[in-house]
């Protein structure tokens, strides 16, 4: 059954110059594994291939149940001079949550 | 040292930030060290106009009555303050905490750490960290540059017993670390503490984001009592670790969530964080919740610092204007998606570099992810960067012109233009930086390091 990540996970979005960060944790832990294959980098750039036009690198902390996402290039420019309403991309954790995923 | 443990509180999350949390943990905090950060990577650029308009300036707005709102309780309490609202001035900044607390009637030292201002060693030549590696004479003019120091430019001023430590750029969490280096008078080459000290200093360094901020979601993620977020301390002891907590009967929470949440915040490498201090390594980090509204932190890892200090170069980046135009009811969407393809079309020629967003459809994400309801309003927002103010208030006045020109039912039209301040980042060699300590007194001024 497809579900939104929204439903079994949280997330929190950060900013360094023209990066975004997004840490994706599990509600459960012994979801984490679900989410460690199916919320890859590749899916997450694809995802969000609207707004990330960099790289997508992925690090996994098992021992914090959580993934952390480095998506370069994703703020238009850097928080002082992009054009979108969100400059530092603080709201993009929950675009994140919206990716479906098989679970 | 006979003290077990160091208690650090987190009164300041950014410049604007709530002023009565950092007075509640003052008064009933029982603290040693009082952190206000409130100074970010554009804060400083801008802080750095005003200095080179009034020569006096260039210290945070807020000083005075943030400063003010905390020196009788902090004094009183034996609380030592540490911030970095010095901001592009922070001896101008010493000078205006002195000036106060004589009105107040408080006796105080202010330590003052400067030295971050690099803007004199740079060179056109000197390539930027940003992904292209671009040259600096590639920017627009240079407006300031700020090398983030670490906690060893900070210990040296709380050795001289000030009550009150000012500086400029500093690495965020060294302004935590250094009060608990100093305390327990740690080898600053002893790099496990320093990353276990930094890792505190991480969590605590957006102050309510810890403790409910930025993490509420009505059903989910329920916090309690929001309006009157309490901020967060830090219990740490002399390995370094610490425990999380907050006074009771303040709204939020600390919860294993929040403290994850904002370990990774903002992190690019969770192998290796690197500050002026040390490199960090945060996979190794634990976090247990015991009792409520405490969270323990332990087990980072930490090598050799670099070679390098990073610096915050700003520079002159053009200006942005912006329009906004409502429309509600039947159609609103389609209105608004009319109203912004008239704009683009009008500003073709003159201002190209423009983004057209739906504010109720697409313009925090980007993109509505094939949302399917039709919103019942929608604000047209254009923004544009242009070289020129004239050419960015062009946007504000096609929008506007929306109102007799453009689909139905438009209202509520807004406009602004802004000059920007961009902001990239390069290294310098430690060697070439030297950061020092003035102490002020009431009625004089020494080099103290």
Redesign the interface.
Known sequence: MKRKLHEIA?A?A??????L?L?L?P?RDEDYELLREQVTAEAVKKHLA??VQ?EVRR?E?P??C?L?F?C??AL??????S????PHG???S??LL?LSIEA | MAQKTVRVGAGSGFQGDRLEPAVILASQGELDYLVLECLA??TI?LAQLRRLADPGAGYDPLLEKRIGSLLPIAKRNGVRIVTNMGAANPLAAGRKVIELAKRLGVAVKVAVVSGDDVLALLEPSMRTI??RGAPLSEYGALVSANAYLGADAIVPALATGADVVITGRVADPSLFLAPVAHAFGWSLEDWDRLARGTVVGHLLECAGQVTGG??A?PG??EIPNMAQLGFPWCDVDAEGNGVLGKVAGTGGAITL?TA????????????GYVTPDVVAD??????SATVPDRVAVSGARGRPRTATYKVSVGYR?GF?GEGEISYAGAKARERARLAGEIVRERLREDVP???I?V?GID?????D?GHPHAPYEARM?A???APTRELAERVGVEVEALWTNGPAGGGGASKSVHE??????LLLERSRVRPCVTLLEPDRETQAA
Do not use: M, N
């Not at chain 2, 994850?260 to 192998?271: A, H, I, N, S």
């Not at chain 2, 945060?282 to 976090?287: A, D, K, N, P, R």
């Open positions: 949280h929190r950060g900013d360094k110059g023209d990066t960060t840490a944790f509600y609207h707004a960099g690090y902390l021992g914090l959580a952390q480095v370069e290039r238009d420019t850097g928080v002082t001079t054009l979108v309403i969100d603080k709201t993009l929950y675009a919206e | 990577e554009r650029a940003e992904a930025y993490f979601e989910l993620k969530r994850k949440e904002q370990l990774l915040y903002e992190v690019t490498d969770p192998g945060f996979t190794t980090v634990g976090l980046a942005v570099d423009l983004r967003d504010i313009s925090a994400h980007r993109s992810f927002r923004a544009a960067r920007r301040i961009g902001v990239v980042s």
